[in-house]
């Protein structure tokens, strides 16, 4: 996955729980992963429809009610819930997975395995502004998984971005090629 697919896949709280109950055996009908992801109904319908749009669900043919449907994984599917479950095994507690359902925290640490700077993650984070990529950055430093670094031995200063701590450890474990 690149990371123009994992910024669509993490633009939606819910993507990466969906994922992650569906591979680790839970009933992929609509009741029991809303029950097992504690997601709200209308927040868990749009992430459930992203993942369709996707193309990482669909509809399983042979099983369910029509208003009921069952979901199942499609290949790339797969692949995108493995890495959802190996992301969420690293954070158990329910305030720092809280923090992994915002916009932009992911895809950020996705691109800080060395030290980066601003412009180059908004760069590569495409469509993102100035102030949510800021945002993003206090969050992750305020949790501890983001150091913030200022060099100045340059002409003028400049600030650059590594992941430290749980951060790198999500980091090796988001597979971005």
């Not at 669509?8 to 729980?17: D, F, G, I, P, Y």
């Not at 994984?73 to 095994?89: H, M, Y």
Request: proline share 6%.
């Amino acid at each position: 996955m690149d990371i123009k697919q994992f910024v669509k896949l993490t633009s939606r709280a819910w993507s990466l729980e969906i994922l992650t109950q569906i591979h680790s055996g839970t009933a992929a009908r609509q009741a029991p992963l809303i029950t097992a992801t504690g997601a709200g109904r209308t927040a868990f319908s749009q992430s459930l429809k992203h993942l369709m749009d996707l193309g990482l669900l669909d509809k399983n043919p042979g099983h369910g009610h029509p208003l009921r449907p069952e979901f199942r994984l499609t290949k790339t599917g797969q692949i995108a819930a493995a890495s959802a479950a190996a992301i969420l095994q690293i954070i158990e507690k329910p305030e720092e997975r809280a923090l992994l359902r915002r916009s932009w925290v992911l895809p950020v640490l996705a691109l800080c395995a060395e030290p980066t700077r601003f412009k180059d993650l908004k760069q590569n984070l495409a469509p993102v502004t100035d102030r949510a990529l800021s945002a993003a950055l206090q969050q992750l430093e305020a949790q501890g998984w983001l150091e913030r670094m200022v060099v100045l031995s340059a002409r003028v200063p400049y600030p650059l971005y590594r992941a430290v701590g749980l951060g790198l450890k999500l980091n090796s474990a988001i597979n971005l090629q």
